[in-house]
């Protein structure tokens, strides 16, 4: 059973920063693209970064030098550096597999596996 599982959200103000991991299961992570979507309220689901299973990495330009995607094979685990957060970037934050197109990927279709989400609230 395929099992990703996010933590490391929360509330924080504006300008600080947060560690988001996504720890995977039930699937051959080390040959896996992964990535990170987010839903603000009463938005839609954005794409934010995918990083592939040899490392390379792209970016949403919304997050291009403020966030930085990794991952840990050894651990089953991708991260998400949230650094300079604005009120913009309050969302439910997912980690998913990423089945083609990773350098922009289209949702839903080039996704595969979704976890539950963990909340981001930046705020005052």
């Known amino acids: 059973e395929v099992q990703l599982v996010e933590s490391g959200g929360g509330s924080v103000q504006p300008g600080g920063s947060l560690r988001l991991s996504c720890a995977a299961s039930g699937f051959t992570f080390d040959a896996t693209t992964m990535g990170w979507l987010r839903q603000a309220p009463g938005k839609g689901l954005e794409w934010v970064s995918s990083?592939?299973?040899?490392?390379?990495?792209a970016y949403a330009d919304s997050v291009k030098g403020q966030f930085t995607i990794s991952r840990d094979n050894a651990k089953n685990t991708v991260f998400l550096q949230m650094n300079s957060l604005k009120p913009e970037d309050t969302a439910v934050y997912h980690c998913a597999t990423i089945r083609r197109n990773w350098w922009h990927p289209t949702i839903p279709n080039d996704f595969g596996y979704w976890g539950q989400g963990t909340q981001v609230t930046v705020s005052s």
């Open positions: 990083i592939t299973y040899s490392r390379a990495i």
